[in-house]
């Protein structure tokens, strides 16, 4: 299974995702959290399902660079569109089938992203991925 599998998450979520999850105090709280538990920032960071970075923008912060694969590209242009995007390197990709040359110290999946896969089977992909 190669290709890509766009639910139209993006599309769906057109002008008003950061309404419903604002890049606010709270995410910011969660990026530093994450970055607390990140064993050594030097070895790398991957996001599961980026979105617009909502997470990752801020951890970039932190952590330096992250890596951030998500499905859909409209999720992906919003973030590039971010102040601070840079921080963060978007890969348009599935969860499921991801491979990479890369390591990666940490690797973290937030805001329920694991179970937008609707089958065990297919969440258990993600997790082997990771
Ligand atoms: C609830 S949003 C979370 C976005 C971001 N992590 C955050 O905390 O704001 C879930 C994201 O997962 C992405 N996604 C869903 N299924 C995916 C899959 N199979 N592979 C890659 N990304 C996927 C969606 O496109 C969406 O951007």
């Known amino acids: 299974m190669n290709e890509i599998a766009d639910i139209g998450y993006g599309r769906q979520f057109d002008g008003w995702y950061d309404r419903l999850f604002p890049k606010d105090g ?7 959290k994450i ?11 991957l996001e ?36 601070g995007a840079a921080g963060v390197e978007p890969v348009h990709g599935d969860i499921r089938t991801y491979t990479s040359d890369e390591r990666y110290g940490l690797v973290y999946c937030v805001c329920g992203t ?7 089977e297919d969440q258990a992909l993600a997790v082997r991925r990771a």
């Open 48 to 83: 599961f399902g980026v979105g617009t970075g909502r997470i990752a923008v801020p951890l970039s912060g932190h952590v330096g660079r992250v890596t951030g694969v998500d499905s859909s590209e409209e999720m992906l242009a919003a973030l590039r569109a971010e102040p």
């Open 114 to 120: 694991l179970s937008m896969l609707l089958t065990p």
């Open 35 to 45: 970055a607390d538990l990140h064993p050594d920032h030097s070895t790398g960071t």
């Open 26 to 32: 709270a995410a910011a709280g969660v990026a530093k």
